[in-house]
């Protein structure tokens, strides 16, 4: 059970400098999101796809594009890096429903210098 | 203000403690209310889920919700050094027709022998 697959799982970067962060999954989940991870600020929504063909903002969009290839691919992308991207992104997926659970990645540790 | 307040800690207990975990929130909207664990370098993982005031029991742990005072809380009973982790509450309600976790900031439990 592959789940949801982040990559990569380490990255860094120049400032300036562009990526993709991939994230793919296997359980055929309507809604897929965006999260970062930083120390004391718990896990902020960055973007967000309720299903295949829709994105949405979250609470700190800023810096950020994504993309809903397909309903099991959701990429993140930071065109141009910034020293405030450091953080753990976690990509997670879910049914579309309320009492859904929100299933995880394993992060990806993003270092921009 | 944040719509879900946690004490991120840490909170440190000797084995065999019961340990209480708690979060606030805003939002009148949330609707179900669950808790994630998340181990050191891991993607959280869903703990407990609960709809509604009340509580919720699972072995050693006990999820309670009061929606008249927006509080909810985990409880951990005999706990073990195995359930020191970062435990996240979060929260689901509607925005814009879509379901969105919203979490909390985490709380650093440390459980030493």
């Known amino acids: 059970n592959a789940g949801v697959t982040q990559t990569p799982k380490f990255q860094v970067l120049k400032t300036g400098q562009s990526m993709t962060l991939q994230c793919a999954q296997d359980m055929n989940h309507n809604s897929m999101y965006w999260y970062r991870q930083d120390p004391g600020m718990g896990l902020r929504l960055i973007y967000y796809s309720a299903s295949e063909g829709t994105t949405d903002k979250g609470e700190v969009p800023n810096g950020y594009n994504v993309s809903r290839l397909n309903k099991r691919e959701f990429s993140l992308r930071l065109e141009s890096a910034a020293p405030s991207q450091t953080s753990v992104y976690f990509c997670?997926?879910?049914?579309?429903?309320?009492?859904?659970?929100?299933?995880f990645g394993q992060g990806t540790r993003l270092t921009v210098v | 203000q944040k719509e879900v307040e946690q004490d991120p800690g840490p909170l440190s207990v000797p084995e065999g403690a019961i340990v209480s975990l708690n979060c606030t929130y805003s939002?009148?909207?949330?609707?179900?209310f669950m808790w994630y664990r998340q181990y050191s370098r891991k993607g959280p993982e869903l703990l407990m889920y609960t709809y509604s005031s009340g509580n919720k029991e699972d072995g050693r742990f006990t999820a309670q919700v009061d929606k008249s005072s927006k509080y909810i809380s985990l409880f951990i009973r005999d706990s073990q050094p195995s359930d020191s982790a970062t435990y996240l509450c979060?929260?689901?309600?509607?925005?814009?027709?879509?379901?969105?976790?919203?979490f909390g900031r985490g709380t650093s439990l440390i459980v030493h022998p």
């Open positions: 939002n009148s909207a949330f609707q179900y």
């Open positions: 997670a997926s879910s049914e579309s429903t309320v009492s859904d659970e929100a299933f």
């Open positions: 979060a929260m689901t309600g509607i925005s814009g027709g879509s379901y969105i976790p919203t």
